[in-house]
DNA sequence: CTTCGTGCAAAAACTTTGCAAATTG
DNA sequence: CAATTTGCAAAGTTTTTGCACGAAG
């Protein structure tokens, strides 16, 4: 399954494998292929489409719907991804391992738009320090209409 | 069900019973339970817990869980609501027209400091709109550790 | 009065679990 | 080889739906 030389999802194979064997857990196919999806792909997937896509992908390798499940929640359990939702959609997972990115979410159709802003982020430095705080992390979801449902409107 | 004298409350209330006229539907009293609890509380409640929540506070009012379902669902088309859900806890609902959500929290003693920054909303303005977006709302949490909880930090 | 809403229980959708066979270290 | 993982199917959960009765307009 090395079709990919790529430094950085190299390190997050690495990662994985490193919990894996603090866990006296096993590196198997199924679970490379799911890390290799959700590394390859944009888009944050849920688990049933993330089933398919790896179906189509990799028609020799099977895999079954509770190997998805079972990763995922081992993924979102060692901190190497993170599960998220916002309407109507249903839960989503995303590697948490990407360069830090907030959201923007469409509140009608549950399109997730990630971005990153520098000057937010010395912003949100600022105000911490003001108030005595050392900051740790920060959670920022923009919630609005995107383009495509804007014209789809009715009206 | 009228013991809150409260403008944005009313404001939102009569809100609801617009979206409900326009529909033809009827307002009730499990509907406004369900608003109204959603408003008094700052927490974000997954069915269930609304379900428990409201069946305790109004004993007098007899509702089932699939009412709450339909109601978040309703609220949630309408846009006065919506619902997100992070890492393994379910889906939570929350007002969509609340007062800004801007809170610098302290992981530690859970303490919570509100603010208020233009330039940043201004930037999510401008993120909004490079990408299409209307922009309606955002969540921003801060998470650090309040000076307080750095000086008794054991050690 | 007519239509919609409700609770209940059944159905559907989603997620987890038990087990025997297969794979990993 | 011993121990974990897998797919499958069954068991749990969560969410939606159908229906007859009650409430709202």
Redesign the pocket.
């Known amino acids: 399954m090395n079709f990919i030389q790529n430094l950085e999802y190299d390190h997050l194979l690495a990662e994985f ?1 490193k919990v ?2 603090e ?9 490379e292929v799911i890390l290799q999806t959700l590394y390859n792909f944009p888009e944050h997937f ?3 489409e993330l089933h398919v896509l790896i179906k189509s992908s990799y028609p020799d ?14 993924l979102e359990n060692s901190t190497l991804a993170t599960s998220l939702s916002f309407g ?1 959609a ?2 989503k997972y995303e590697l948490a391992n990407k360069p830090h990115h907030d959201h923007l979410i469409c509140k009608n159709c549950g399109k997730i738009i990630e971005f990153e802003d520098k000057k937010i982020e010395k912003k949100q430095e600022d105000i911490a320090t003001k108030n005595g705080f050392i900051l740790t992390g920060h959670v920022m979801q923009l919630y609005g209409i995107c383009a495509h449902c804007q014209k789809n409107k009715k009206g």
């Open positions: 494998k894996l064997k866990s006296l857990l096993k590196f198997t196919k199924q679970r849920s688990p049933e390798i099977n895999i079954g719907i509770a190997t998805i499940y079972r990763t995922l929640n081992l109507k249903g839960k």
